[in-house]
């Protein structure tokens, strides 16, 4: 059965709008973990960082709410739906980042834990390199948008997203090396690495979801 143009497009906007959502507290979860990231870098008590943790924690389980919301919608409309394999790999890919916040705070509450102190230098890039990933996140949402509202600035916001997520490489392998360079423990040096290259797969994920955007955007116009 071929489904009328017009009530596919319903179909796609509605399940648009829901993934709007999904993005909304994804990115909420973030932002929330860009603050530990200050606290931390600024010498914040453990306390404090794990009161933080519980907050992101909270927005975790919103998130994987609202995943399943998508998934359910999307196979109640099952094959009536085009392009269900994007959509599919849509809500996957921003769920990711969810779990990767997460990840990227529990590292954070054990280095705190463990007393770490951190160079004035490698603080600075670790916080470019999270403003930078919350800039990834920004375009890739208002991308989001535009696909919903078949906006011509859906490309353009394509190409900032795919700009900051190059600059987020270019941060991330600058802390890297100074991580390197630093007199930091064993232990703590290899839960910064993580930590950073945790926050810089954030912008790689943001990229993969305007790339199945722009992919939704062909097979619609």
Do not use: W
Not at 39 to 58: C, H, S, W
Not at 98 to 116: H, P, Q, S, W
């Amino acid at each position: 059965m071929t489904l009328p143009r017009d009530r596919e497009e319903d179909f796609r906007v509605n399940i648009l709008t829901i993934i709007q959502d999904q993005v909304r507290l994804i990115l909420e979860g973030y932002k929330i973990l860009l603050d530990m990231i200050e606290r931390f870098v600024n010498g914040e008590k453990a306390g404090v960082i794990e009161e933080i943790y519980t907050k992101i924690l909270k927005n975790d389980e919103k998130a994987k709410e609202m995943n399943l919301t998508v998934e359910r919608e999307i196979t109640n409309i099952g094959a009536l739906l085009s392009s269900r394999e994007n959509f599919i790999r849509l809500t996957a890919e921003i769920d990711r980042i969810a779990d990767i916040t997460e990840g990227a705070a529990f590292r954070i509450v054990n280095l705190t834990r463990m007393k770490t102190k951190l160079d004035k230098s490698i603080s600075k890039l670790f916080m470019e390199l999270g403003e930078s990933v919350l800039d990834t996140l920004t375009s890739m949402r208002e991308a989001l948008l535009a696909t919903t509202l078949n906006s011509s600035n859906l490309y353009a916001k394509i190409k900032d997203t795919e700009e900051n997520e190059k600059k987020c490489d270019e941060l991330y392998r600058k802390l890297d090396l100074e991580l390197l360079r630093s007199n930091l423990k064993i232990p703590q040096l290899l839960l910064c690495r993580e930590v950073a290259e945790m926050i810089e797969d954030i912008s790689d994920h943001a990229e993969r979801v305007v790339d199945i955007l722009r992919a939704l955007s062909v097979a619609v116009f």
